[in-house]
């Protein structure tokens, strides 16, 4: 079944200490975007990409780096996680703009920095 | 600059009454609306959506009313039920120029009671 994983779905790790949250997605969908949710329900855009080797930063600023190496995979990477990067991390794709396709969302990573 | 604003920013309704939640927007150049869905521990799920050459869409209980002139949109939940309390975005997209970055509202939280 097509669809679009993140892993972990939680992840609690300590101050100063590298992570890497997972997304894959298995519609071959060219476009990838990654949001954080604060606790206040609204969705930021940190980071998107619109194919393999593209990568841009949204319009929240974060101190995360992403990479898309294949079309399918778009991890997020923060070198040195702080507190205020606790949140809620949602992944999301979506098909070419013609046609105006919506966005499938993944689960999600819930990460506490302790 | 938020570009949709939303409303309400909570919600309590009845069970079996028409649940309303208002967007509006700015950018004349959107053109297309979706609405998505959230339920607690999930990323947000496309639930229905709407172009601008048309001033409704039905889709069963789910309807959107579109106001070009006004730049406003809104989702109707008629027969509301209990199953549908969720969180609740209201989104547009500009697709000209090869992109298609989605501007999210901020969100309406939806309780229904029994």
């Known amino acids: 079944e097509a669809d679009i994983y993140q892993t972990p779905r939680y992840l609690v790790i300590g101050t100063g200490k590298k992570i890497t949250l997972e997304c894959s997605q298995t519609?071959?969908?060219?476009?990838m975007y990654w949001y954080q949710q604060d606790p206040g329900m609204e969705l930021h855009l940190i980071h998107y990409?619109?194919?393999?080797?593209?990568?841009e930063k949204g319009d929240l600023s974060s101190e995360s780096t992403v990479s898309r190496i294949r079309t399918e995979h778009f991890p997020l990477t923060l070198e040195s996680a702080r507190p205020s990067h606790t949140s809620q991390y949602l992944c999301?794709?979506?098909?070419?703009?013609?046609?105006?396709?919506?966005?499938?969302f993944g689960s999600g990573t819930r990460l506490t920095v302790v | 600059q938020q570009q949709v604003k939303q409303s309400p920013q909570s919600l309590i309704v009845q069970k079996g009454g028409i649940s309303i939640i208002n967007c509006a927007y700015e950018?004349?150049?959107?053109?297309?609306f979706p609405w998505y869905q959230q339920f607690p521990g999930k990323g947000p799920a496309l639930l229905i959506a709407?172009?601008?050459?048309?001033s409704e869409k039905k889709e069963g209980r789910f309807t959107i009313s579109f106001n070009k002139s006004a730049k406003q949109f809104s989702l109707h939940i008629m027969d509301s039920q209990p199953g549908d309390s969720a969180t609740y975005f209201c989104a547009a997209s500009d697709g000209s120029g090869g992109y298609q970055k989605v501007t999210f509202g901020t969100g309406t939280k939806l309780q229904v009671i029994p």
């Open positions: 519609m071959g969908h060219d476009k």
């Open positions: 990409s619109y194919g393999v080797n593209s990568t």
């Open positions: 950018n004349t150049a959107f053109d297309y």
């Open positions: 999301a794709s979506s098909a070419s703009y013609r046609g105006h396709y919506g966005y499938t």
């Open positions: 709407i172009r601008p050459d048309v």
